[in-house]
């Protein structure tokens, strides 16, 4: 599945679908009310018409309801009055917890040394 009409094809990365929520739960964290539309805004990207010039368009809004919704039943991100989302105080403290041990280099990004260098 595309993640939006200005792309030509589908994410090659298997797990495109946790970095996207991970960045969606970034965005909700630093700023706080956050709905739908304006994550497509910002998740949106210029389309490739041709010979014609680029044009802004959104992101995929069904991908971003879906991963917001998933982050709601696992207490990450609760609803606003107004309309929105919010990071919620279990949510700040799990992505305090997981941003301090990438921090300090306890997460596993595969840039251990290697001692067959020859």
């Known amino acids: ?29 630093l700023q706080p009310g956050l709905g ?22 959104k992101a995929a809004s069904g991908v971003i309801r879906h991963i917001l919704q998933q982050l709601e039943e696992i207490k990450v991100v609760e609803s606003t009055s107004k309309g929105g989302r919010s990071i919620s105080r279990v949510g700040q403290q799990d992505l ?5 041990q990438v921090a300090s280099g306890g997460g596993d990004d595969g840039s251990g040394s290697s001692s067959d260098d020859e």
Do not use: C
């Open 1 to 29: 599945m595309k993640t939006g009409i200005h792309k030509e094809l589908a994410p090659y990365d298997p797990d495109w679908y946790y970095t996207r929520a991970a960045a969606i739960a970034r965005k909700v964290y």
């Open 36 to 57: 739908v539309g304006a994550l497509q805004r910002k998740f949106g990207g210029a389309k490739n018409r041709g010979t014609r010039t680029f044009v802004f368009q």
């Open 96 to 100: 305090d917890r997981i941003a301090g």
